[in-house]
């Protein structure tokens, strides 16, 4: 079966991209089509932690098309279980045609398009739209040593009562972490490690202005104006409610690295030690892009170079929602349709 495209990932910006290749006239299951590994709606918002909350209010973290729907629960953000509701209403209402527990191995290249092999068959596309994000390849720095407790990833922490009583040592100096280190420091003694001073935004800053920036940013550079750094010197910490909360209790304070594990917790640089049952790892993502190995197109830091959203070496291929490598806050719910219809626009 050969197509006109192929969308490699259901989540945010896999939906946002098929919203616009449908838009542009093409027929989704005829056209195009959008493989999913995941059995469930949703993308990596299905798999985070039930209390994480978006940065913005719904009007800012919706698709092209279709607003989220308030949240009128409480008076914060939305919970990432609104959010998955949301994606998966999205793909019903658009008709988007989502091919689910389907798990792409390789992309190749063929004479006259490229090849996708998946574990349903093979399809053949004039182009692919890698989508696949970052979630499922979470990133832990390597120590000297060992440690015997437990250890976690962002990925896989769930709620903090599973901590209650322990000594937790949390890593990682993003929002991810200091959302984390807020729930956790409720029920359990914990140390917090960041590589620099936290910096946190003012409280007024939220994924609304934050995306304000960003287009401003992005606007400047296609005019070709002095690049400004975006939100860099405002801060890397949006200031949700309960990371204010932890602020009020004074717990907002971290340490530098520590230089290796011992079995009961780790070494600091001056030589002390300090003990831990539980070390949990917010270091961050790796782009999930071992179904494009084949291809042979990264660079020396493990990227695949683009011009955009679009390949340099294979320009069938488009990458979107790895970060702003791949198009200005592709990796948002807002962000990801600002990417997405110049993408299409380019095909």
């Keep these: 079966m050969t197509l006109r495209a192929v969308v490699i990932g259901g989540g945010q910006a896999g939906l946002a991209t098929g919203f616009y290749l449908r838009r542009s006239g093409l027929v989704p299951g005829e056209d195009f089509v959008i493989l999913d590994a995941a059995a469930e709606p949703g993308g990596a918002w299905a798999r985070m932690w039930p209390t994480l909350r978006t ?51 390789s992309v190749r290249r063929g004479v006259e398009h490229l ?16 989508a696949t994000g970052t979630w499922s390849r979470p990133f832990i720095p390597r120590y000297p040593g060992s440690f015997a407790g437990q250890q976690l990833h962002t990925a896989g922490y769930r709620r903090a009562a599973d901590f209650a009583g322990q000594r937790v040592l949390i890593v990682g100096g993003g929002n991810s972490a200091a959302q984390i280190l807020a729930e956790v420091s409720l029920v359990a003694a914990t140390t917090w490690v960041t590589m620099r001073s936290p910096r946190f935004l003012p409280d007024e800053v939220d994924g609304r202005a934050l995306f304000e920036i960003a287009t401003r940013r992005h606007q400047a550079r296609q005019r070709g104006e002095t690049d400004a750094g975006g939100v860099a010197g405002l801060g890397d910490i949006v200031m949700v409610a309960s990371v204010r909360e932890a602020r009020d209790r004074d717990v907002l304070h971290a340490r530098r690295p520590f230089t290796r594990l011992v079995d009961h917790g780790v070494r600091w640089a001056d030589g002390t030690e300090s003990a831990f049952e539980t070390i949990i790892w917010c270091t961050g993502f790796r782009p999930a892009l071992g179904h494009l190995a084949g291809l042979g197109l990264r660079g020396p830091d493990g990227l695949i170079p683009t011009d955009g959203t679009q390949s340099i070496k294979e320009p069938r291929l488009h990458l979107i929602g790895y970060g702003d490598w791949t198009g200005p806050a592709s990796a948002t719910l807002i962000g990801a349709g600002r990417t997405a219809r110049d993408l299409v626009r380019g095909l």
């Design 55 to 105: 940065f913005s209010p719904t009007q800012y973290s919706s698709l092209p098309g279709w607003m989220m729907p308030p949240w009128t629960s409480d008076s914060g953000y939305p919970l990432a279980s609104h959010v998955v509701d949301y994606l998966t209403r999205y793909e019903e209402r658009y008709q988007l045609d989502v091919r689910r527990s389907v798990a792409v191995g």
């Design 115 to 130: 090849v996708v092999h998946s574990d349903n068959g093979e399809l053949r596309a004039e182009y692919v739209i890698s």
